[in-house]
């Protein structure tokens, strides 16, 4: 069967590595996704969003994955930097409900 | 030039006073929330104003209660402050199809400590 990655709360990476951050969702009715980045102090960021009748995106060093089948996002952050220590939330969007259900957030931590 | 600004920054009020945060947007969105996030980071939509009108409201305590003037500003008060409402609480906005725009755009947070 298809391996899916489990959601971690926290994930620990090496500069330069790759960080892969999971989330799965809820609602299999839900038309967009987005992934945002939350720094200490500071109110979530968008980084990237996918619609639903797409699988991947890819942004500036990073890559969103979709599997809708098993209800699964992932986040692919590229050449970790320490900038890139945040904690990161997918979000799942419904044009009907007008509103975004966050999932549990993943803290990244980027070791020089 | 700020896109979204919510004061104070923090708050901190013994239990049982009435508290008001304010939240300003000047991106010409027409939906503003609000949202708390606890301990755990977890963050949870309390309110949805399209346009001035109510649109959402997440079984948030009647203690809880939002105001907006005008589409771009959206105000929350709250009345007879407990422990348990302790929590970062982010105002944020966005077009009214965020499917369309970059999602939303957040404040940088109000935490308040109620002792």
């Known amino acids: 069967g298809e391996s899916v990655g489990l959601h971690l709360p926290t994930l620990s990476v090496q500069e330069g590595d790759n960080s892969i951050i999971n989330c799965a969702y809820s609602?299999?009715?839900?038309?967009?996704f987005i992934w945002y980045k939350q720094e200490s102090g500071k109110g979530p960021q968008f980084i990237i969003d996918?619609?639903?009748?797409?699988d991947k995106r890819q942004g500036q060093r990073v890559t969103v994955l979709l599997n809708k089948t098993v209800k699964h996002l992932s986040l692919q952050i590229a050449a970790t930097q320490p900038g890139d220590s945040a904690v990161y939330f997918c979000a799942e969007n419904m044009r009907a409900a007008g509103k975004s259900t966050f999932g549990d957030g993943t803290t990244l931590t980027v070791k020089p | 030039d700020t896109a979204v600004s919510q004061t104070p920054k923090y708050l901190v009020t013994q239990m049982g006073n009435d508290k008001s945060i304010k939240c300003e947007q000047n991106?010409?969105?027409?939906?503003m929330y609000w949202y708390k996030q606890d301990s755990k980071k977890f963050l949870k939509i309390m309110f949805s104003y399209n346009n001035k009108e109510l649109i959402i409201n997440e079984t948030v305590p009647n203690r809880f209660s939002p105001k907006s003037p005008d589409k771009a500003h959206l105000n929350l008060h709250i009345n007879s402050l407990e422990l348990g409402d302790s929590a970062v609480y982010f105002c944020a906005s966005s077009q009214a199809d965020p499917g369309n725009s970059r999602g939303y755009t957040f404040g940088s947070g109000t935490r308040l400590t109620v002792v």
């Open positions: 991106l010409g969105h027409d939906t």
């Open positions: 609602n299999s009715a839900s038309d967009y």
């Open positions: 996918i619609r639903s009748n797409m």
